[in-house]
């Protein structure tokens, strides 16, 4: 099983930017197709970004298309969320996962079975 590692997580005022690392390790990370999700307090768990094993194809959720990008680098087993313009309703703790059972992009929380443990961001107005 791999292990996931997030980082990059912080306090940023609105309108700035943060990039989001997660490290995998302990398993061939190309063999996962990986995903963003983050949870602000209160709420439920929300998809952000899917990227599939290659990079070829990536997919973030329309309310962050323009300032959220997903990108992945095989060769330094690490998953990106770069952040930009950033708002206080983008305040949660971010999460990656990853699966090798998904065809190309998983889009829910079900279809991923490794997550890490969380990094938080906070935005301030």
């Known amino acids: 099983q791999v292990q996931l590692v997030e980082s990059g997580g912080g306090s940023v005022q609105a309108g700035g930017s943060l990039r989001l690392s997660c490290t995998a390790s302990g398993a061939t990370f190309s063999t996962y197709a990986m995903g963003w999700f983050r949870q602000a307090p209160g709420k439920e768990r929300e998809f952000v970004a899917a990227i599939n094993l290659s990079g070829s194809n990536s997919f973030v959720i329309d309310s962050l298309k323009g300032r959220f990008t997903i990108s992945r680098d095989n060769a330094m087993n690490t998953l990106y969320l770069q952040m930009n313009r950033l708002k206080p309703e983008d305040t949660a703790v971010y999460y990656c996962?990853?699966?090798?059972?998904?065809?190309?992009?998983?889009?829910?929380?079900?279809?991923?079975?490794?997550w890490g443990q969380g990094t938080q961001v906070t935005v301030s107005s």
């Open positions: 996962a990853g699966d090798t059972d998904l065809f190309d992009l998983g889009y829910a929380s079900f279809e991923y079975s490794n």
